[in-house]
């Protein structure tokens, strides 16, 4: 427990330490990187504006309600709970929305219901494939995505499923 609260001061202490040995001027070398991190900011921006706009839309229309509508029955078939449904849609968007959803499921089921491990699972084994093609490659410029989104949501597709199959198997 100490260790852990020392480590990141004591990075701090090191890096100043060997630039302290190189004779470096940290004070100008951080301006410096200041500087250069407000660029990144201003091209990142853009990005992460229209994902945002993009994320809120889609969340007030209520069209995952409809979705949900739409798919009860198929969950209802193959016996998945329809409240990890929620969190399997937003996990790839937006991962401070679908904590928001895993925080609802661990208030309304408790943490160690079924649904609350499946749920947990899901969004430690996927990832916010949007956020990451729309931040990564809107950063450095790269318009054509390629197949990039549709193996980044076929992996997280197949991280739901296992997610499903796993626990119920486990538990």
Do not use: W
Request: aromatic share 12%; hydrophobic share 55%.
């Amino acid at each position: 427990m100490i260790l852990s609260n020392l480590i990141l001061p004591l990075i701090v202490l090191f890096t100043v330490g060997y630039g302290f040995l190189k004779k470096i001027d940290l004070y100008d070398a951080f301006v410096e990187g200041a500087k250069e991190s407000f660029d990144m900011v201003f091209t990142m921006f853009p990005c992460v504006l229209g994902m945002i706009l993009g994320i809120n839309l889609f969340l007030e229309s209520g069209i995952l309600n409809n979705i949900m509508d739409l798919l009860n029955p198929l969950f209802s078939f193959f016996k998945i709970p329809k409240e990890i449904f929620p969190i399997s849609i937003m996990r790839p968007i937006s991962g401070s929305a679908s904590l928001a959803l895993l925080n609802n499921i661990f208030t309304n089921h408790g943490p160690d219901s079924l649904i609350g491990r499946i749920a947990s699972v899901i969004q430690g084994s996927t990832e916010t494939t949007f956020y990451v093609i729309t931040l990564y490659f809107g950063c450095i410029g790269i318009k054509k995505i390629r197949y990039a989104l549709k193996v980044g949501l076929l992996a997280d597709l197949i991280g739901i499923i296992a997610s499903i199959v796993v626990v119920n198997i486990i538990f």
